[in-house]
Structures are given as C-alpha cells and as structure tokens.
C-alpha cells in the first residue's frame, strides 16, 4: 500500500490538507469549543514537517511516533494529546516496517482509535472525532484489505457520514458538552479533521 517514502510524502499532504482547511476547522471550533483546533493542528503539523527530515531514514513506525511525539508538544488543547497519541500508538502498530500494507493500515487506525478513546475517556455518539474514525474502521474492515484503493474510499465514505452524523446528537465531552442541546446542529471539529486526514490518504495511495 505504501512505501516509507510514501508515507513521508503522504505526511507532508496531510500537513498542506490541515493547513488548508485550518480555518474551516478553526470555525467549526468557534461554534462548540475554544475555537482554535484548526490554527492548532495546522501549527502542529507545519512542526512535524521540519522534524522530518531528522527521521527520514527511519523505519515507518519510528517516523510515525516522531509525529505523535511533535503533535503532542506542539498543539495546543485537547486535539494534540490525541492526534498524538493516535499517532505513536499507530507507529507502535507497524514497529519496524519498512512498508506497510492494507492490513497494516487497518491495524494502525485500530490502534489509534485505542488511543484516544484511552486518553479521551470517549465512546461513539459523544460528538467527538472518534465518531468519524471508528465507522472508517468498521467500513474498512467490512470492504476488505484486497484493493486498498476500495478499502480507503469506504473508509472516507463512513468518515464523512460520520461527520455528518454529529451534527445531529449533543456533545458529551470536552468544551462543547457545556453547551448541551445547543451543539446539535453542528459538526465535531475533530470528527472533520479526522475526515481530512484520511481523504488526504485515500487521495494519494
């Protein structure tokens, strides 16, 4: 599915894709939270980007915790702690790789998702980006590891229903559960950055 270089170069389009949507993601934050995810990730990933260089001749899984350890000292709030734990817990998952395949991709999201849903103390249908990351799990699984083109576009395609989907249930973490019945009507921040990230994977392999 990809190469190291690959996967250096699929980095460097998830920091231009985060950067990009910084401050969409920043105004879906405005509306539920404290308003900064987007400007924060984009600031984090601009960093991974200069760290880089220092891992590239790395094995996958080292260059991977490289980027959940830079996330977690960069970006601000909640988002960095569990992109970056997403991260180092999805390098700990291809250890040594040189490559990784459709079934290591899979093992990498799923140890990713153990990830924040340890260190966000989350479950499914509580507004948060797990609400996104775990139906592209479960789509994943479901299309097969046979063509990795599929797997990532079912994957996306439960992403983005996913995203859709917190619009319409009430927050019950972080800032956006002090809001109660106000959060419906709009979209997790992190559910859509996650979103953004896995097109941006889904774009390139």
Do not use: W
Request: no cysteine; charged share 25%.
């Amino acid at each position: 599915m990809a190469t190291k270089t690959q996967v250096i170069d699929i980095i460097h389009k998830v920091s231009a894709a985060i950067g990009e949507n910084a401050q969409f993601l920043t105004d879906l934050d405005n509306a539920i939270g404290d308003g900064d995810h987007g400007i924060n990730l984009a600031r984090g990933f601009k960093k991974v980007e200069e760290e880089l260089p220092a891992v590239a001749d790395k094995d996958i899984g080292a260059i991977l915790k490289k980027v959940g350890m830079t996330l977690v000292s960069t970006v601000g709030g909640a988002s960095g702690p569990l992109y970056g734990t997403a991260f180092m817990k999805a390098g700990d998952a291809v250890k040594e790789k040189e490559e990784v395949t459709a079934e290591d991709f899979i093992a990498m999201l799923e140890a990713g998702i153990g990830g924040v849903q340890l260190r966000g103390k989350a479950e499914k249908g509580e507004k948060t980006m797990l609400d996104a990351m775990i139906p592209a799990l479960d789509a994943m699984r479901e299309a097969g590891t046979a063509d990795a083109k599929a797997m990532l576009e079912a994957g996306l395609k439960a992403a983005k229903e996913g995203v859709e989907y917190t619009k319409t249930i009430i927050a019950t973490k972080g800032r956006a559960s002090y809001l109660g019945e106000r959060s419906i009507g709009h979209q997790d921040p992190g559910a859509s950055s996650f979103t953004v990230i896995l097109e941006t994977v889904a774009n390139t392999v």
